[in-house]
């Protein structure tokens, strides 16, 4: 008898079900007259009767397990189908939307805008489907120029081609054909390199480029506004050093490091022990790209810069993997709110 109340007792423990007919099959295998405990009530009678207090607690607990199971997936069993047809349960608590949060590419690009927005820089846009000469032939790069095997790209057609633009600046040339100095504006956007993907590389990543053209825009003007940014983004302390480059569409070129934001200056994995990062390339606009686009750059001299979105937003943030700002895993989007 005792075996018997206990294995019952597990069975009913672990009976669960949502529908209504095997509940019932299981309310008359346990509970109904001719049930397996009416018939332990029976057997009853023949309990010794030094056991029949011990037994008989037992039974009726068992009795109550099961009556009250029965009553508990009858009412879960009701309130699902209630739900189904539309009746919902006023009283329950609500469910609370799930608040997104914006991504950290976001959050650094407009952070970005509002830096140069301050000094008079206006925000404009152009395609990511671009031709060759928007993105290459107008900025300098001759069709077998090496520079165009660095900025491999997707090919929508060929001859004449129709490509996915590899960077922002290819904006400046949409900028100086439909609109006359002075320029003051910055370009951000999505470009594309045909590049393997890697922690520190993808084939998708995001720019903002900007240009500024007028009468006698001087490399002065460019430091000076690149200098500002530096203290705007990355705070007062930091120092900018301008190390010569080469890009086909400015004269003279040059790539900017700021002191390491995370050591101060002093050496860490970040920057390489250098105490410098990297941060843009810049350099004076040159002269045959404001007259491809029919400004006459007698009259007109220019700067132009442009900056890597996820390569900021790694070093500010520590990220270590580019893969993670595509991949849409909530748990790592959701660290960055309120982060600047
Ligand atoms: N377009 C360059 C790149 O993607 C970045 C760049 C360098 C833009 C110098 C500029 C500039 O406007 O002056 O590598």
Same mark, same amino acid.
């Given at each position: 008898m005792r075996s018997l109340i206990s294995q019952y007792l597990s069975e009913i423990d672990r009976f669960t079900t949502q529908s209504a007919d095997e509940l019932e099959q299981f309310r008359i295998r346990?509970?109904? =007259? =001719?049930g397996l405990i009416p018939a332990l009530f029976e057997d009853f009678k023949n309990v010794p009767p030094e056991q029949r207090r011990e037994i008989g607690q037992a039974l009726n607990d068992l009795k109550n397990k099961a009556q009250e199971k029965v009553t508990l997936l009858r009412e879960q069993i009701e309130a699902g189908t209630s739900e189904q047809k539309g009746e919902t349960d006023l009283t329950l608590p609500v469910d609370y939307l799930q608040l997104g949060s914006r991504h950290p590419l976001s959050i650094v690009r407009e952070e970005i805008i509002r830096i140069f927005a301050r000094i008079g820089f206006v925000v404009a846009e152009g395609p990511e489907i671009e031709d060759d000469w928007h993105n290459f032939t107008a900025l300098n790069f001759q069709p077998d120029h090496p520079a165009r095997d660095m900025q491999d790209t997707f090919f929508i057609e060929s001859n004449p081609d129709i490509l996915l633009r590899t960077h922002t600046s290819s904006v400046q040339i949409r900028a100086m054909e439909t609109r006359k100095p002075p320029l003051r504006e910055i370009y951000p956007g999505r470009v594309f390199r045909n590049e393997a993907i890697s922690a520190r590389a993808h084939c998708i990543f995001h720019q903002v480029e900007g240009l500024y053209v007028d009468h006698d825009v001087s490399f002065a003007d460019l430091k000076q506004t690149l200098y500002y940014f530096a203290h705007e983004m990355f705070g007062e302390g930091t120092e900018v050093r301008f190390r010569p480059s080469y890009f086909p569409f400015t004269e003279p070129s040059a790539e900017m490091d700021v002191t390491c934001f995370v050591c101060g200056g002093k050496g860490c994995p970040i920057c390489k022990y250098s105490g410098w990062v990297e941060i843009l390339g810049c350099g004076m606009v040159d002269p045959s790209v404001p007259e491809n686009c029919g400004i006459n750059s007698n009259e007109y001299t220019g700067f132009a810069f442009g900056m890597g979105i996820e390569r900021i937003t790694m070093l500010k943030f520590r990220i270590q993997d580019i893969r993670l700002f595509f991949e849409n895993d909530v748990r790592f989007l959701k660290q960055f709110t309120g982060a600047v």
């Open positions: 346990y509970l109904s =007259k =001719k």
